[in-house]
């Protein structure tokens, strides 16, 4: 299989030597452009290719670019030239492929192995050294072999986690499976393998095979020695996410912020001014996070100064600080402003125990609402769509989003057109600043529209956005009885609410 590879490599090394001379001389680029017409044609012909699903208008994808152009330049240099290319995911005749890739934000960068039959999360730096010392990992076996004490020195990184399978020879089920795991999580982890647990840092010896995991937190290193694929992975999942996952400006922590926010489990999350109040908070909170391990809820310990889009994206106030906010799985919020160290433990266990009441955010009711189309916030919504009697168009927006700003003159007109009827309401809402009920509106991207008539009944609006059509939608589903839809959504034409998670900001 390895010979296999490398000379796959080779052959495919050639055929991109002269790929990348073409788009070199065609526009001084290095990563290469795909699009629809030739993303298969062209992944196809590598064994190895990584290619970034942007969007034009995202900022991080914006910093990105010239690191990627850099790295992208580097590599195609190296010894087995390493192909980088971009797609631009917004583009409409694009959009297949971002579905087909599951591309939930941007940018999203992905390795495709074997002409793309394996497709791996790129999890690597956003810096060109960085990238290009990752991608040269990644294009090596997925497990290094350690021979010596100097090969473990310079193969294990102290900041990061590092796998290690320790064998009493290099074959046998175990040893294959390992092998398995490795390829399969190499974008993910650092693997190495032994057949001497002398030469590695941290554990004891052992006399059958087993698998170390070697961490910079917690307890330094575990050991493992059911070697089913899955069950391997499994524990890796499990024993990476530290009792308390920091949040600060050290790019080691980046990774654990990741999982912290992609793990299903509860998150709780502390944001204090690290540079007075770290070591006042973080004993007492890590107690905490140490009694729940296990149970359903993670923990995370921000730095205020680093996590202004955390606090942005919950709608918080600086003055919140030291601030305590738990989000459950269903997307609740609970929150405990101006925390004291010593009222961790006994807001925890309430909000355990079920008797915290959730935190509803919303905008303060406006005092004029005289622009045609008027401003509702969580606190009046019920007011104003349910209890109102009056046909309601309520748009869902989000203030960065491009295609609600040109809906904004389009629902101005159709509100001008309804100004005479008393019992039509074009409205909209900041779903940014206030929380959406998501037990009535199914709101994932923006901007979503919906049409409650004053009988009750609920319908989203799923048609062309153009004054014609909002105006016939409207005036065909006024006061009419209950009639269902069955709309799919065309999550393609909105700016996906997940476009710029706030884990991108890493
Ligand atoms: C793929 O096609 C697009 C235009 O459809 C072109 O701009 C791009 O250069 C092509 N990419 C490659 C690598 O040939
Ligand atoms: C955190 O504390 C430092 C030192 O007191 C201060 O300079 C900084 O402005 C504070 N940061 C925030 C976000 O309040």
């Known amino acids: 299989m390895e010979a296999r590879f490398w000379s ?20 001084g680029e290095k990563v290469l452009t795909l699009d629809h017409s030739n993303f298969s044609e062209i992944v196809s012909k590598h064994d190895f290719i990584v290619v970034e699903f942007y969007a034009p208008w995202c900022g991080h994808c914006k910093s990105l670019a010239p690191e990627y152009e850099k790295a992208a330049s580097i590599l195609s240099s190296h010894e087995t030239p390493i192909a980088l290319a971009k797609v631009d995911a917004n583009e409409e ?13 941007f940018p ?19 810096e060109a050294d960085g990238i290009v010392e990752y991608l040269k990992k990644q294009v090596g076996p997925a497990s290094a072999e350690i021979r010596s004490v100097e090969d473990a020195a310079s193969l294990i990184d102290e900041k990061n986690v590092f796998i290690v399978g320790v064998f009493p020879k290099f074959s046998g089920e175990e040893y294959d499976n390992f092998m398995t795991l490795a390829e399969k999580l190499r974008s993910d982890y650092s693997f190495g393998h032994t057949l001497d647990a002398k030469l590695l840092p941290r554990g004891e010896l052992v006399n059958k095979p087993t698998l170390r995991l070697l961490k910079p937190f917690d307890e330094l290193f575990v050991d493992f020695q059911d070697f089913q694929v899955d069950a391997m992975e499994k524990f890796i999942g499990e024993a990476t996410i530290p009792i308390l996952t920091i949040w600060n400006d050290d790019p080691a922590n980046h990774p654990y912020i990741n999982k912290f926010f992609d793990s299903p489990n509860a998150k709780a999350m502390l944001f204090v001014n690290f540079s007075k109040e770290q070591d006042l908070f973080q004993p007492k909170y890590n107690e905490v996070a140490a009694l729940y391990k296990g149970k359903g809820i993670s923990f995370m310990l921000g730095d205020v100064d680093v996590t202004q889009n955390a606090f942005q994206y919950f709608g918080l106030k600086g003055d919140q600080a030291p601030l305590l906010i738990i989000q459950n799985a269903e997307g609740q919020k609970y929150l405990k402003a101006n925390i004291e160290p010593s009222q961790i433990a006994p807001w925890v266990k309430e ?40 046909n309601v168009l309520l748009e869902f927006y989000a203030p960065w989003c491009g295609h609600c700003k040109e809906l904004a003159p389009i629902l101005d007109e159709v509100a001008i057109f309804f100004e005479k009827d008393p019992d039509v309401i074009i409205a909209k809402f900041d779903a940014t600043a206030n929380d959406v009920p998501s037990e009535t509106f199914d709101v994932q991207g923006f901007p979503t529209l919906y049409f409650r008539s004053s009988s009750g009944n609920l ?12 105006i016939e939608f409207i005036q065909k589903n006024l006061d009419k009885p209950a009639q269902s839809t069955s709309v799919t959504s065309e999550a393609g034409e909105s700016d996906s609410i997940n476009a710029e998670p706030i884990r991108d900001e890493l």
């Open 108 to 126: 999203t960068i992905k390795i495709l192995r074997n002409g793309g039959k394996s497709i791996q999360d790129y999890n690597g730096p956003r």
């Open 459 to 470: 319908l989203q609006y799923e048609g062309d956005r153009t004054k014609e059509d909002i």
């Open 93 to 105: 005749a694009n959009k297949e492929l971002a579905t087909l890739f599951q591309i939930q934000g």
């Open 351 to 390: 909000y355990m125990d079920g008797l915290v009441k959730p935190f509803i955010r919303s905008e303060p009711v406006p005092q004029a609402n005289n622009e045609p189309v008027k401003v509702v916030v969580r606190d009046s919504l019920e007011d104003t769509v349910f209890n109102s009697a009056k």
């Open 8 to 27: 796959g490599m080779l052959v495919i090394a050639v055929a991109l030597m002269a790929l990348l001379n073409v788009s070199a001389a065609e526009e």
